[in-house]
């Protein structure tokens, strides 16, 4: 199965691309195909074709291609309970569900069990070691999975059973029996774990964009005889009716669900997760989309990147070329010429524990320093642009860094996390020549809590 690569563009493509850079959405990569080839490979600086982006729910749709391949080879039915499987768990709650029922969020429970852990000093909830065990342990919601339910948790057991039933590793089976048969290097691919060793199969994936477009392609066609041929079909039909439950997203999010697949317009079905991570397929028009991006900042984004692609589907000329345009992740802009400025500041007390913070920049890069707790952080940026800098919580690193100085003389800073986790997080900081008071937030489902709230200082230097 091929799809052929390609140095050029199409016009509509482009004039989108311009659309989400001047909205300010973080594209960072966007893909479409044509019948067998290329119209678009688009990859925002410092993304490239070799960077492994973090998929998010992308991954429950992989994780059901997976089962599909198991089902070819006749090491798992739709119609298992989860006895075969999980022996260990209570046999009464373990009859709940089905694989069907798992791959069509009919479960048990109303939210995602692993989720349903207790809450750390800051209000924070906190994930359990153990998303499978939390399947089988939590109080469930109701005995009769019959309607639609998005639980990532089932995704978990799902990438569980691709372990039990093939005897290899999460990894190792997707490698071997999805990306090889695809031509697809197999390097190109990871799975986050649980703290207890578990595929976070529901959220973990990290892929090339590529290699995504490339699965999407030859699932609308039909599976490519790689996953049963009956199973190809069905997955992406709306079998689980999400009207109720997809009041919260756009229209095109309530066409229905299939086997961890979405339906939208157009006769068309789509991966998606989490911050603007997109899969989309529209057989009728032989047309295949991926997109990777971070909408954490505003969810409303993927919605409207979403809208957009489909759009394309209706309005695209393939023979309509364009020249490609050299694209960067969107940073702050400069409005008004930074000044050099350093300040040394005693922090009130405040929420964080923090107990100095330096404020260093010149015309070009700067950082803020914090001490507290025990140690010191440092966030670095660009003034009017992004610079690739480190951050302290590893998972999320690296990170975009950019800053501007806002009409009202406020610092602003926007880190752009692009490491396996990806968020957000911004300072907005206000200096006189006495005080210091900053604002932080932080966007995205993170390893860590991040830092909201704002808090007071007294300049010292």
Request: proline share 3%; hydrophobic share 40%.
């Amino acid at each position: 199965m091929k799809l052929l690569r390609t140095e050029i563009s199409n016009k509509k493509i482009e004039e989108t691309l311009d659309f989400f850079d001047n909205e300010g959405i973080q594209i960072h990569s966007f893909l479409a195909s044509y019948k067998d080839s290329l119209l678009s490979e688009v990859y925002y600086s410092p993304f490239s074709d070799n960077t492994m982006h973090r998929m998010y729910s992308i991954s429950k749709s992989i994780t059901a291609i997976l089962i599909g391949i198991l089902i070819k080879q006749k090491k798992v039915s739709l119609d298992d309970d989860m006895t075969k499987f999980f022996p260990q768990y209570d046999r009464s709650k373990a009859r709940f569900a089905t694989v069907r029922d798992l791959l069509m969020m009919k479960t048990p429970f109303l939210s995602t069990s692993y989720k349903r852990g207790s809450k750390n000093s800051r209000n924070v909830s906190t994930y359990q070691d153990d998303y499978v065990k939390a399947f089988f342990t939590e109080v469930i919601d109701r005995r009769c999975p019959l309607f639609f339910s998005y639980d990532t948790g089932a995704s978990v057991v799902l990438a569980r059973i691709v372990e039990i039933a093939s005897g290899m590793s999460y990894e190792d089976f997707l490698r071997t029996e999805l990306y090889k048969p695809l031509g697809l290097k197999v390097q190109g691919v990871k799975v986050l774990k649980d703290r207890k060793g578990n595929p976070q199969g529901g959220s973990g994936l990290l892929m090339k964009p590529y290699d995504l477009l490339k699965i999407i392609y030859m699932l609308s066609l039909g599976g490519c005889g790689i996953i049963d041929d009956d199973f190809a079909i069905e997955a992406v039909k709306a079998l689980s009716d999400n009207t109720i439950t997809g009041l919260g997203n756009m229209k095109e999010r309530r066409s229905g669900y299939g086997y961890q697949i979405w339906r939208v317009r157009n006769d068309a079905f789509a991966f998606v997760g989490l911050g603007g991570q997109y899969a989309v397929a529209v057989p009728e028009k032989e047309l295949c989309f991926a997109v990777t991006a971070d909408t954490m900042i505003n969810g409303a984004y993927a919605d409207i990147i979403l809208r957009k692609v489909l759009e394309l589907a209706d309005s695209i000329d393939p023979k309509e070329y364009a020249k490609k345009k050299s694209r960067s992740v969107v940073a702050l802009e400069n409005r008004v010429m930074p000044k050099p400025f350093s300040g040394i500041f005693d922090c009130m007390h405040n929420q964080f524990g923090f107990e100095r913070i330096e404020i260093k920049y010149n015309e070009s890069i700067g950082s803020i320093v914090i001490e507290g707790n025990g140690k010191s952080d440092e966030y670095s940026f660009a003034m009017g642009r992004n610079r690739v800098v480190g951050f302290t919580e590893k998972a999320s690193s690296p990170a975009l860094g950019s800053a501007a100085i806002t009409r009202d003389g406020i610092l602003i800073v926007w880190l752009q996390f692009i490491g396996e986790w990806l968020g957000d997080m911004t300072f907005e900081i206000a200096v006189t020549d006495t005080r210091l008071s900053m604002r932080v937030r932080t966007y995205g489902e993170l390893t860590y809590d991040g830092l909201n709230g704002a808090l007071d200082a007294r300049r010292i230097h």
